[in-house]
């Protein structure tokens, strides 16, 4: 198995389009935070701190690297499934488009072995993805805004001490993989279901996307589906900056995107392994 | 006759002139109930008028729910005429009134003083008076000042802002001594805070509403709670220490 997953790990690896994503986050993270040090740090002044500024003095680095990092955190994840997709859309799907199964498939592994290293190696990349992405908004929004206690403004506000930070952009880090886990294994399920890479791509797009709308939309009907819907967990990554952090929130949320997750995965086995690679 | 009659007019008109000139000579009649609060400001003040600037640092307790600030500590700058610095890594507020020391901010030249009454605060006698800044821009649009003790001084300052928020601060003195100069400088300042009910924000987008996903790491702030408090601990003055204006300047 482990052979497996390394075989499928360089040949992901040795794509071009595994690198689309890295790529575009890194020319475009560092173009914001370009911006943010340009001018834009003053747009959020105006938001947030005028508020606040009006009933006190604020003192202390408030528009700090975590700040941003978190912010990016925030405003990217709705994005970054794009680029999963990218990868996860292809891994089933591409073999089929080169007509590569047939070989895959004389070898010694079974299909089930085959399509869990196929698996495991696209949820590498949804990992290596979010870190890199998290890594790199952070450490530049640091390197450019300096350090500071943390401000996270939902109804109300929170103070996070710095000395906490580090533990909880971590965690933060950790369940944003999980949740992307999500993206990249439905994409994984809709390749096995075709033998073009676009498909996969465009019907995940579709699906997180009207998704958001039903969750966002404030109608009855819809908020009573919600709870049946994967992209509502999407942020669970937000409560590791609540005060006091509700851990029983938290699990109960990574025990439903892990469920997600081995269904989706289930689903794709099922399939696959009754999949007419013939014709 | 026509002399009686006329000398009739004469005191009447007399009589008006002198009410008149009565009337103009004590005040509004709410002015003459109490001290001058112009003399009463300005015998405060006498003393700080030394400060050209000041160096000072605090330790505060912000207790105010939805709003989770830990305990932080700073150094405050503070120079004429009415520039402020807070120096600190922690995030750092400080309610705008009289948390931050400003020996200046009452100076009757800038505000409108009255007296209103005679308020004994905590069993000490105290003249309570209302300032309001001239300058519009203010953020704060009035004050009501507690003035008592020996030597006389600002004991409570309950301050309005623009959007309504009410911070009562009750400062407690030490006498700090620095050279030849000594003078009674806040020890404690304990404030509390009352917020207004502001609305319920129109909703701009749905997606960034305060329930979507999308946004909530990137929410705005929503209204604050009702009440809270600040507890503010001053330590170490030090004045005339010659702070550069860069200090001061918005990074």
């Known amino acids: 198995m482990v052979r497996l997953v390394w075989f499928e790990t360089i040949k992901t690896f040795t794509r071009l389009r595994t690198y689309i994503g890295f790529l575009a986050f890194g020319i475009l993270v560092p173009l914001v935070v370009a911006g943010l040090k340009m001018g834009g740090q003053r747009a959020f002044e105006r938001n947030l701190l005028a508020i606040l500024e009006q009933d006190f003095i604020i003192g202390g680095n408030v528009l700090n690297g975590w700040f941003f990092g978190f912010f990016f955190l925030g405003a990217l994840w709705v994005h970054v499934p794009i680029v999963l997709t990218l990868v996860a859309g292809d891994q089933i799907a591409g073999e089929g488009d080169a007509g590569t199964f047939r070989f895959l498939l004389t070898r010694a592994g079974s299909r089930s072995r085959i399509i869990t290293a196929k698996f495991i190696v696209t949820l590498l990349y949804t990992a290596a993805m979010v870190l890199f992405i998290g890594v790199l908004t952070l450490g530049l929004s640091l390197a450019v805004f300096g350090s500071g206690d943390l401000l996270v403004v939902k109804r109300g506000l929170v103070v996070l001490p710095e000395s906490g930070l580090p533990a909880h952009f971590l965690l933060a880090w950790g369940l944003a993989i999980l949740s992307m886990f999500v993206v990249s294994s439905l994409c994984f399920l809709f390749s096995a279901f075709t033998d073009n890479s676009v498909g996969p791509i465009v019907a995940t797009m579709a699906v997180i996307i009207i998704s958001l709308i039903i969750i966002t939309l404030p109608f009855e009907m819809f908020q009573a589906i919600r709870p049946w819907l994967f992209v509502n967990y999407f942020d669970t990554w937000q409560k590791v900056f609540d005060d006091p952090i509700p851990w029983g929130d938290i699990l109960r949320n990574v025990w439903i995107l892990l469920g997600f997750t081995a269904l989706f995965f289930s689903i794709t086995l099922a399939w696959f392994n009754r999949k007419d690679i013939l014709s | ?251």
Request: aromatic letters at 10%.
């Open chain 2, 1 to 251: 006759m026509k002399t009686g009659k006329h000398r009739a007019i004469a005191l009447l008109a007399a009589l008006f002139l002198s009410a008149a000139l009565q009337a103009a000579w004590a005040g509004p009649a709410d002015a003459a109930a109490g001290p001058d609060p112009v003399k009463v400001f300005a015998e405060v003040l006498k003393p700080y008028s030394v400060i050209r600037d000041y160096t000072v640092r605090v330790e505060a307790k912000v207790r105010i729910p939805d709003f989770r600030v830990p305990d932080f500590a700073a150094t405050v700058y503070f120079k004429r005429p009415d520039r402020f610095h807070l120096e600190t890594k922690n995030f750092a507020p400080m309610p705008r009134g009289a948390a931050l020391f400003d020996p200046f901010r009452f100076r009757p030249e800038k505000n409108r003083l009255s007296w209103l009454a005679a308020e004994p605060l905590e069993g000490e006698p105290a003249d309570l008076f209302r300032v309001e800044p001239l300058d519009e821009k203010e953020k704060i649009r009035s004050y009501q000042v507690w003035i008592g003790g020996n030597p006389k001084r600002i004991l409570q300052v309950e301050s309005l802002s623009v959007q309504g928020v009410k911070a009562r601060a009750r400062i407690r003195y030490a006498l700090v001594r620095q050279d030849n100069d000594a003078l009674w400088l806040p020890e404690r300042v304990a404030v509390k805070m009352t917020f207004p009910e502001r609305g319920v924000r129109p909703q701009e987008n749905l997606l960034y509403g305060p329930d979507s996903p999308v946004s909530r790491g990137m929410a705005r702030l929503e209204d604050l709670p009702s009440e809270g408090a600040v507890e503010i601990a001053y330590a170490g003055w030090s004045w005339n220490r010659g702070l550069d204006d860069s200090l001061f300047r918005k990074k």
